[in-house]
């Protein structure tokens, strides 16, 4: 699953890569803008579609080289370096600029110290220390110029440009701060150090060309740069560390290129970034396949002689691995320039913008004559004329990313067109195979050659500088011994302040301890004599509280012999109230059955009267108007007259109803 992840990554940028190579342009992306001192945004810049190229082409074969033989954490903080790569590439303010340079940084340092050897580990903090002390002057750098501008906009610093100069420098590789670089990537694992030659001296030039100012400064350092690094070339014997220190001495041409600042110059400055990251890559492919097989990248026991019997087991490297010697090959012709080779183009270009800059122009072609002796040296030590016993083979992927590479090399030379429209001032790159230009790249490579000829015996047995010819003894250790002692000497005087601190802080506070511990005695009597007085209290509480409570027992002893007799008399008040209750219920019964007496009385005695009612009799005056005369008068009842005229109904309800009571009053009255 990891390797497939790892190809789908190196397909990305491939295509990546491709689009670049063909779109217009890219546009703008702003990821955080709501930040309050500048967003975290991106854009596209005429420098940088170029170098973005070069970075996902390279990267892509590199993580192809060491699909089998990297570890894990190595392939992962591989793409973090490339992603910050690119995120410095397309960085629209400083601060955007700033938080990529410092991830770029520890993953770098991360592809170095992840090999966990000691060697690597003080070479991953010696790197670190660098690049962080070159982060933090950059930054520095920015915020000089934020406080003159007020803004984080990527342009040329209006103030601190000496912290800029300074703080890329480290990045780029600037004498004396190169240091880092032969330290650092032989010390990688090999995997590694293609990553890293592709990556990171090419983002300070980058930074150079995109914000510095051009300034003959920097086109010196540049060129002191390409002399310095191929002189310390041809002294090496371990086969990473020449190349570490050519890496030093090419990106000389480019900050030569980029310090002069012309149209000319910055495209060969910038294509040569691009170029360089190819045959850097394949060269360092091509000395790891050699490691990788042999189990060691010094020269002298590549060509050691050895007893008869060890001799017999060793191989020609050129015969054991023709892909890496081919590969070596081609990284080497296009290192010094070859005509048809990608090198050829941009130092075409170089070359032709420092022409006439005196001292300049002629440091830059020593070196290219140095550049071409010492990748004879290269090749002739280290695959020719070398011998070794063959302990491991190479992986197909690893050959892949070794071929790959070096048709890219031999492409871009025969065809360089193919990348002219990603430089900036679109430089004619397709009129420069003419037979001066082609004589005179290769008059410098056979210089170079006869130069390795003459030196070869002195070159195979090595060449020993004492200890104080190099830039450590010269400058390091001295300006290191001074910064030591000023440390030590302030430190000594803060210490003598500090000490005669302590001893007024110890005066005063064994003063204050006296007083606290007078104090201390003082509240301790008290406590004392409080405490004698709380048992005391505390005893005739405990009196007052057996008291309490015997007067609880007696109180409550009462309470319940009250109790007793107030549920006694509730129990008697209760049958008292069941029997008047009982006699109520008798009562009213009785009363129910009187009173349906007396309503049978009254049913029947208004049936009676309704019966009379119905049969009324003839009254008197109409007797006598029939018979004819006087009549006797004869009683005639007739209920409705007879109780309005001869009785009061309601005396007679009345005495009726007080009768019934008393019959009652008089009836119960017997129980």
Same mark, same amino acid.
Request: with cysteine; hydrophobic share 45%.
């Given at each position: 699953?990891?390797?497939?992840?790892?190809?789908?990554?190196?397909?990305?940028?491939l295509f990546l890569a491709y689009y670049d190579l063909i779109a217009g342009a890219l546009g703008t992306v702003i990821v955080f803008g709501d930040l309050v001192l500048a967003p975290v945004s991106f854009s596209d810049h005429e420098y940088s579609r170029i170098v973005v190229f070069g970075f996902t082409l390279v990267g892509s074969l590199a993580l192809l080289y060491g699909l089998q033989l990297s570890r894990p954490s190595e392939q992962a903080v591989a793409l973090v370096a490339l992603a910050s790569a690119v995120g410095i590439v397309f960085s629209d303010n400083f601060l955007t600029l700033f938080i990529f340079w410092e991830m770029l940084t520890l993953s770098t340092a991360g592809l170095i110290l992840l090999r966990k050897t000691p060697e690597a580990l003080m070479a991953g903090l010696y790197?670190?220390?660098?690049?962080?002390?070159?982060?933090?002057?950059?930054?520095?750098?920015?915020?000089?110029?934020?406080?003159?501008?007020?803004?984080?906009?990527?342009?040329?610093?209006?103030?601190?440009?000496?912290?800029?100069?300074?703080?890329?420098?480290?990045?780029?590789?600037?004498?004396?701060?190169?240091?880092?670089?032969?330290?650092?990537?032989?010390?990688?694992?090999?995997?590694?150090?293609?990553?890293?030659?592709?990556?990171?001296?090419?983002?300070?030039?980058?930074?150079?060309?995109?914000?510095?100012?051009?300034?003959?400064?920097?086109?010196?350092?540049?060129?002191?740069?390409?002399?310095?690094?191929?002189?310390?070339?041809?002294?090496?014997?371990?086969?990473?560390?020449?190349?570490?220190?050519?890496?030093?001495?090419?990106?000389?041409?480019?900050?030569?290129?980029?310090?002069?600042?012309?149209?000319?110059?910055?495209?060969?400055?910038?294509?040569?970034?691009?170029?360089?990251?190819?045959?850097?890559?394949?060269?360092?492919?091509?000395?790891?396949?050699?490691?990788?097989?042999?189990?060691?990248?010094?020269?002298?026991?590549?060509?050691?002689?050895?007893?008869?019997?060890?001799?017999?087991?060793?191989?020609?490297?050129?015969?054991?691995?023709?892909?890496?010697?081919?590969?070596?090959?081609?990284?080497?012709?296009?290192?010094?320039?070859?005509?048809?080779?990608?090198?050829?183009?941009?130092?075409?270009?170089?070359?032709?913008?420092?022409?006439?800059?005196?001292?300049?122009?002629?440091?830059?072609?020593?070196?290219?004559?140095?550049?071409?002796?010492?990748?004879?040296?290269?090749?002739?030590?280290?695959?020719?004329?070398?011998?070794?016993?063959?302990?491991?083979?190479?992986?197909?992927?690893?050959?892949?990313?070794?071929?790959?590479?070096?048709?890219?090399?031999?492409?871009?030379?025969?065809?360089?067109?193919?990348?002219?429209?990603?430089?900036?001032?679109?430089?004619?790159?397709?009129?420069?195979?003419?037979?001066?230009?082609?004589?005179?790249?290769?008059?410098?490579?056979?210089?170079?050659?006869?130069?390795?000829?003459?030196?070869?015996?002195?070159?195979?047995?090595?060449?020993?500088?004492?200890?104080?010819?190099?830039?450590?003894?010269?400058?390091?250790?001295?300006?290191?011994?001074?910064?030591?002692?000023?440390?030590?000497?302030?430190?000594?005087?803060?210490?003598?302040?500090?000490?005669?601190?302590?001893?007024?802080?110890?005066?005063?506070?064994?003063?204050?301890?006296?007083?606290?511990?007078?104090?201390?005695?003082?509240?301790?009597?008290?406590?004392?004599?409080?405490?004698?007085?709380?048992?005391?209290?505390?005893?005739?509480?405990?009196? =007052?509280?057996?008291?309490? #409570?015997? !007067?609880?027992?007696? %109180?409550? +002893? &009462?309470? @319940?012999? $009250? *109790?007793?007799? /107030?549920?006694? =008399?509730?129990?008697?008040? #209760?049958? !008292?109230?069941?029997? %008047?209750? +009982? &006699?109520? @219920?008798? $009562? *009213?019964?009785? /009363?129910?059955?009187?009173?349906?007496?007396? #309503?049978? !009385?009254?049913?029947? %005695?208004? +049936? &009676?009267? @309704?019966?009379? *009612?119905?049969?009324?009799?003839?009254?008197?005056?109409?007797?006598?108007?029939?018979?004819?005369?006087?009549?006797?008068?004869?009683?005639?009842?007739?209920?409705?007259?007879?109780?309005?005229?001869?009785?009061?109904?309601?005396?007679?309800?009345?005495?009726?109803?007080?009768?019934?009571?008393?019959?009652?009053?008089?009836?119960?009255?017997?129980?």
């Open positions: 699953m990891r390797y497939i992840l790892m190809l789908m990554a190196v397909g990305t940028l790197f670190l220390s660098f690049h962080l002390a070159g982060g933090l002057i950059v930054l520095l750098g920015i915020l000089l110029h934020y406080e003159v501008a007020q803004s984080f906009a990527l342009t040329t610093p209006e103030a601190g440009l000496a912290f800029f100069i300074v703080g890329f420098g480290f990045k780029a590789a600037f004498l004396p701060f190169h240091l880092w670089v032969a330290r650092g990537y032989p010390s990688a694992n090999f995997p590694s150090s293609v990553i890293l030659a592709g990556l990171t001296t090419k983002i300070g030039v980058y930074a150079i060309a995109r914000i510095l100012p051009p300034s003959e400064v920097i086109m010196y350092m540049g060129a002191s740069m390409a002399l310095a690094g191929v002189t310390m070339a041809m002294l090496q014997h371990n086969m990473r560390r020449l190349l570490s220190y050519h890496i030093i001495s090419q990106v000389g041409y480019m900050v030569a290129g980029v310090g002069i600042a012309t149209e000319l110059a910055t495209d060969g400055a910038l294509l040569h970034v691009v170029n360089h990251m190819l045959y850097k890559a394949l060269l360092f492919m091509s000395v790891g396949a050699v490691y990788y097989a042999t189990k060691t990248e010094d020269l002298h026991d590549l060509t050691h002689q050895d007893s008869e019997e060890e001799e017999a087991k060793k191989q020609p490297v050129w015969k054991a691995m023709p892909i890496a010697t081919i590969g070596g090959l081609v990284g080497a012709l296009a290192i010094a320039g070859f005509p048809f080779f990608n090198g050829y183009v941009s130092k075409f270009l170089l070359k032709y913008a420092v022409y006439g800059i005196g001292p300049a122009e002629t440091m830059l072609m020593i070196a290219s004559i140095g550049t071409a002796a010492s990748f004879s040296k290269l090749l002739g030590f280290g695959f020719f004329q070398a011998k070794a016993q063959i302990v491991s083979k190479l992986p197909l992927t690893s050959h892949l990313a070794i071929i790959g590479t070096a048709a890219f090399c031999i492409i871009l030379g025969v065809y360089p067109q193919m990348i002219s429209t990603l430089l900036p001032y679109a430089s004619d790159v397709v009129h420069i195979y003419y037979l001066d230009a082609i004589w005179a790249s290769v008059r410098l490579v056979v210089a170079g050659l006869l130069l390795f000829l003459n030196l070869s015996a002195i070159l195979k047995k090595g060449i020993h500088l004492p200890p104080w010819v190099s830039v450590e003894y010269l400058i390091f250790n001295p300006l290191g011994k001074v910064l030591f002692k000023r440390f030590c000497q302030y430190g000594t005087s803060i210490d003598s302040s500090v000490d005669n601190f302590y001893m007024k802080t110890g005066r005063s506070m064994y003063e204050f301890c006296q007083y606290i511990t007078t104090l201390d005695k003082s509240i301790d009597t008290a406590f004392e004599k409080s405490a004698e007085a709380g048992r005391s209290l505390a005893e005739r509480t405990r009196y =007052l509280d057996q008291a309490l #409570d015997e !007067g609880y027992s007696k %109180t409550g +002893e &009462a309470a @319940r012999r $009250f *109790a007793d007799r /107030s549920r006694k =008399l509730d129990e008697a008040i #209760d049958e !008292g109230y069941a029997r %008047t209750g +009982e &006699a109520a @219920r008798n $009562f *009213a019964d009785r /009363s129910r059955r009187f009173d349906e007496s007396i #309503d049978s !009385g009254y049913m029947k %005695t208004g +049936e &009676a009267m @309704r019966r009379m *009612a119905e049969k009324p009799g003839e009254s008197y005056e109409e007797r006598e108007v029939k018979e004819g005369g006087p009549v006797r008068r004869r009683f005639s009842f007739n209920p409705v007259e007879w109780t309005t005229k001869n009785l009061n109904f309601d005396q007679l309800i009345l005495a009726l109803l007080l009768g019934g009571l008393l019959l009652v009053i008089f009836y119960t009255g017997r129980y």
